[in-house]
């Protein structure tokens, strides 16, 4: 596939060189992608734009996990693109409501707060707990304090980059927003020791992703709703990565049988079409906000609500958490395989996998950069940890292909 530019002196097809350098020096340096240029997608291939397929076992970060351009996805948006985009929340429009409903009975909550990035809705989360905690808690004002985990990745926000332990995420973007105590992610009596009177809430994330796809220890999501419960503190899951069937449920927090009170979710929820995200959980939490206190010119757009309708029906059937089910233990037995093969560690649930590499090995930018000559775009995090999340819909035999890919690239 080329794409050509309106260069009147040559009219000749911008390369993928070209692309790159067009975007080095356009485009702020605040990501450093792999030098693959893709024009097309679909289902769990991308191409790039000399015409190469690649097998996508990244799924944006999860936002891909129908894959790309899904039929029904793609149909529901057309649809409402050919009525109505945009009416701002000043009025009322014909899917806002049954979105909210159809999000709240998925996931069994009482009350939707629609928004559009994960981290908007993250933001949202923490300035309704601590509403919350004012209003109904009686915690004195301004005072109300919110409980973390290390290593968390929640956005990159101001205010969400104050309780991160990540120095690239932090160096140089202070002076930070106070009221969170961060604890030890998986550690239940440091997390016990952290909660005081003016505590409003516990924000964790059930599986940490940017972390290397950490999963805290069994019985440790329990543990923190009782702890919630003991103390009349609210439990909030971010969702935003684990959640709509990339673990195998449709929320990573199924998996323990737990409860939170509020969910923030993203990433799925806008199937690869558009960034859409919400809050979810319990309307007496929810409920305290009132006009005016907090909103979004984009959140809740028509177009967002009918491809999350979309989504959530494709959700209803369970199909993809079975898939995910499935193909997830194959992903997970095969990687676990690899361990002494250049392959330290395997971590995750359902089809979403930490590989550790082992020492001695290449880092995770060269084994990227290897796996995309192989045909199978994958990315490290944290230099020593390849993230695998391939779409939903990947076949098994696609599955085995990227699988094999890695064993080329690590194994020693």
């Known amino acids: 596939m080329t794409v050509t530019d309106d260069r009147p002196a040559t009219g000749a097809p911008l390369t993928a060189a070209d692309y790159i350098a067009l975007d080095e020096q356009w485009s702020t340096h605040n990501y450093h992608p792999l030098p693959i240029v893709i024009a097309d997608a679909e289902g769990a291939w991308v191409t790039d734009v000399a015409g190469r397929r690649y097998l996508d076992f990244l799924s944006g970060y999860s936002a891909l996990n129908f894959g790309h351009r899904h039929p029904a996805l793609v149909a529901a948006a057309t649809e409402q693109l050919g009525r109505v985009t945009l009416t701002s929340r000043a009025f009322h429009h014909d899917q806002l409501g ?58 990159r926000t101001t205010t969400i980059v104050s309780f991160s332990t990540d120095d690239t995420a932090r160096a140089d973007f202070g002076p930070f927003t106070p009221g969170f105590r961060v604890v030890r992610y998986g550690d239940a009596q440091a997390l016990a020791a952290a909660i005081t009177e003016r505590t409003a809430t516990v924000l964790i994330e059930p599986i940490q992703g940017e972390s290397g796809v950490v999963v805290p220890p069994l019985g440790y999501l329990r543990t923190v709703r009782r702890i919630c419960d003991e103390n009349n503190v609210l439990m909030i899951a971010d969702e935003i990565q684990s959640g709509l069937a990339r673990t195998g449920d449709l929320l990573a927090l199924d998996h323990e049988g737990v409860r939170a009170d509020l969910y923030t979710l993203g990433k799925a929820l806008g199937g690869g079409i558009m960034p859409v995200s919400a809050v ?28 999350g309708r979309a989504v959530v029906r494709l959700l209803a059937t369970g199909e993809f958490q079975e898939r995910s089910r499935e193909l997830g233990a194959h992903l997970h037995t095969r990687l676990r395989d690899l361990v002494g093969q250049g392959v330290a560690e395997v971590r995750g649930r359902g089809l979403w996998a930490g590989v550790e590499i082992a020492a001695g090995g290449p880092t995770g930018r060269q084994a990227s950069e290897a796996l995309a000559e192989r045909g199978v775009l994958c990315k490290e995090t944290h230099d020593t940890t390849l993230r695998v999340a391939p779409p939903l819909v990947i076949s098994r035999e696609e599955l085995d292909a990227g699988i094999d890919a890695i064993a080329g690239v690590l194994a020693r």
């Open 98 to 155: 049954l979105f909210c409903r159809e999000l709240a009975e998925l996931t069994g909550t009482e009350m939707v707060l629609p928004m559009n990035s994960g981290a908007e809705a993250v933001e949202s989360a923490i300035k309704v707990a601590r509403k919350w905690a004012y209003r109904i808690k009686g915690v004195p004002e301004d005072t109300a304090e919110i409980v973390v985990a290390g290593s968390n990745f929640h956005g």
């Open 280 to 307: 979810v959980g319990r309307a007496d939490v929810l409920g305290v906000l009132r006009p005016g206190e907090h909103g979004s010119t984009f959140g809740g757009n028509p177009l967002a609500c009918a491809v």
